[in-house]
């Protein structure tokens, strides 16, 4: 197994391990929102801030599944016409296809950092420091960027053994 292998075992390995923590905040999402629904709707007492809970639980736990997901390749995909062309032609679509999604994501990874660490504006209820969450977003985005790859490697592998 050479260094490259090592590599690509370890960053999925670390997604995986992040798609887990990410996982954990959909205990007390699913918690807060019956807590909220049954205090709103039979005792007329809403708990103040849950919505506002809810959208940053939410929004964790899809930035931390983000990368796992293209990892395992769950995310939407729409092969109709792919699928009629030959291997090779499969190949350096997808081949397209990572670079052009390397690119948006490496993109959102910069920017996400760099508004990030700019970022000083709190939450209209509860006052929660939104410079985390941004922070959050370019870390998410630079593991995709690692997982797209990881995927533009392995389609380079293929691509050559097919000339070859």
């Given at each position: 197994m050479g260094w490259l292998d090592w590599i690509k075992r370890g960053i999925q390995q670390l997604n995986r391990w992040i798609a887990g923590v990410g996982a954990v905040?959909?205990?007390p999402l699913m918690?807060?929102?019956a807590a909220e629904v049954i205090g709103r709707n039979l005792f007329n007492l809403p708990i103040a801030g849950a919505v506002e809970l809810s959208e940053y639980m939410l929004a964790v736990f899809i930035l931390l599944g983000l990368a796992y997901s293209q990892q395992v390749k769950s995310h939407v995909a729409v092969s109709l016409f792919i699928s009629r062309t030959s291997v090779r032609a499969q190949l350096v679509l997808n081949t397209i296809t990572n670079l052009l999604s390397l690119f948006?994501?490496?993109i959102l990874a910069w920017q996400g950092w760099v508004v990030g660490i700019e970022e000083r504006t709190v939450s209209?209820?509860?006052r929660v420091p939104q410079y985390p969450f941004?922070?959050?977003v370019a870390m998410a985005a630079f593991l995709l960027c690692l997982?797209?790859?990881?995927?533009l490697i392995e389609t380079a592998k293929k691509l050559a053994r097919r000339r070859s």
């Open positions: 905040f959909l205990i918690l807060i929102t948006i994501f490496s209209d209820m509860l941004r922070l959050l997982e797209l790859l990881i995927d």
